[in-house]
């Protein structure tokens, strides 16, 4: 077995053994393992973060393979969960990968996010990121962001800190059923979700009370005060 220094040692030459420590005693709950999902959870994976949960009732379909990372044409008609799991634990062999397929709003996932330090808002309606709000233990921090075009948005949602995600997107319905999204955004957008999720794991948020927004053609980078809706 490859030691765990020897696969992380660029991390550790950056950021020292002491917080690679600490992110591997983590668990960090993602809610949807599709485009935005697939990429946070691979980066936590090669951050070394211990233990991963991905929950997706979602089976794999020929629009994915355009944006959603670990997926293949191979892959067509197999659950996301199962899956996106199977790839992650080929990554490193250190982070222990849990495939939940269930439908947040739908199944109790309390449990699951009881044994978490935080989660990852992946979802694409509203309706199930607000019942995933819901469920939030106390003091457990969610990381949520959202796709469109080539723009992408997230913001860390701190129970007792910061507007609920309800109150900043209150009135907000059903999505459109085809949402434009190009890669190069499911990309760059991921990378920052996944870093103010270890940004929060190391209690330094850089996102609660603002959005970040993130354009790619014109490489449009904005800070926007949280306010509710």
């Known amino acids: 077995m490859i030691a765990r220094d020897d696969i992380f040692v660029r991390n550790i030459a950056f950021w020292g053994s002491e917080q690679q420590d600490i992110l591997a005693g983590k668990s960090v709950f993602i809610a949807g393992v599709g485009a935005l999902g697939c990429v946070v959870a691979e980066i936590l994976v090669r951050c070394g973060i211990g233990r991963v949960v991905v929950a997706d009732r979602g089976v794999i379909d020929p629009p994915d393979l355009n944006r959603q990372a670990l ?20 990554l490193t062999g250190l982070t222990e990968v849990v495939a939940m397929n269930v439908s947040i709003g739908e199944d109790d996932i309390a449990g699951a996010l009881s044994g ?4 990852a ?10 019942a995933l709000e819901d469920a939030l233990p106390e003091k ?8 469109r075009g080539d723009y992408g948005q997230l913001t860390s ?6 507007v609920r995600l309800r109150e900043l997107f209150a009135g907000f319905g059903k999505t459109e059923k085809i949402v434009p999204v190009i890669p190069t955004i499911v990309f760059a957008a991921g990378s920052l979700m996944a870093q103010e999720i270890l940004n929060n794991l190391l209690c330094k948020p ?21 306010k509710p809706a």
Do not use: W
């Open 71 to 90: 997926y293949t044409v191979g892959d067509l008609g197999e659950p996301k969960a199962y899956i996106a799991a199977d790839r992650l634990n080929a």
């Open 116 to 119: 978490c330090d935080g989660v």
């Open 121 to 130: 808002d992946c979802l694409d309606n509203f309706p199930s990121r607000f």
């Open 140 to 147: 457990i921090f969610m990381v949520t962001g959202a796709l």
């Open 157 to 162: 949602i701190i129970p007792g800190r910061t």
């Open 206 to 226: 850089q996102l609660a009370g603002r959005i970040l927004v993130v354009g790619m053609a014109g490489f449009y980078l904005e800070h926007v005060p949280v």
